[in-house]
Nanobody
Framework: QVQLVESGGGLVQAGGSLRLSCAAS????????MGWFRQAPGKEREFVAQ????????YYVDAVKDRFAISRDNAKNTVYLQMNSLKPEDTAVYYC???????????WGQGTQVTVSS
């Protein structure tokens, strides 16, 4: 099992920045990749960004490219999401995800609220 604990959410004005953190514990050696998803009120959860656990390959949804940056610190088993130039439409609960392969499984954190005021 893998446990994920997010932190760093909060309230920020449009144009501001926040950094989310996600600390993984447990069977972290089985992690293939980690990422961030978000869910706004009344909407489905959507993919935001992903990074390989043992590679530097990253993926982003078009809406956050050039504004958000995902990174990791394997020594701390922690993944970060640096969010710059925040917009009101970025308001959502952000969830950390750990993707396991063989067998395929996804672990989720409890979520952290990000609110961007206009």
């Amino acid at each position: 099992q893998v446990q994920l604990v997010e932190s760093g959410g909060g309230l920020v004005q449009a144009g501001g920045s926040l950094r989310l953190s996600c600390a993984a514990s447990g069977r972290t050696a089985n992690i293939y990749s980690m990422g961030w998803f978000r869910q706004a009120p009344g909407k489905e959860r959507e993919f935001v960004a992903q990074i390989g656990w043992s590679s530097d390959v990253t993926y982003y949804v078009d809406a956050v490219k050039d504004r958000f940056a995902i990174s990791r610190d394997n020594a701390k088993n922690t993944v970060y999401l640096q969010m710059n130039s925040l917009k009101p439409e970025d308001t959502a609960v952000y969830y950390c995800n750990a993707h396991i392969i063989l067998p395929t499984y996804d672990y989720w954190g409890q979520g952290t609220q990000v609110t961007v005021s206009s």
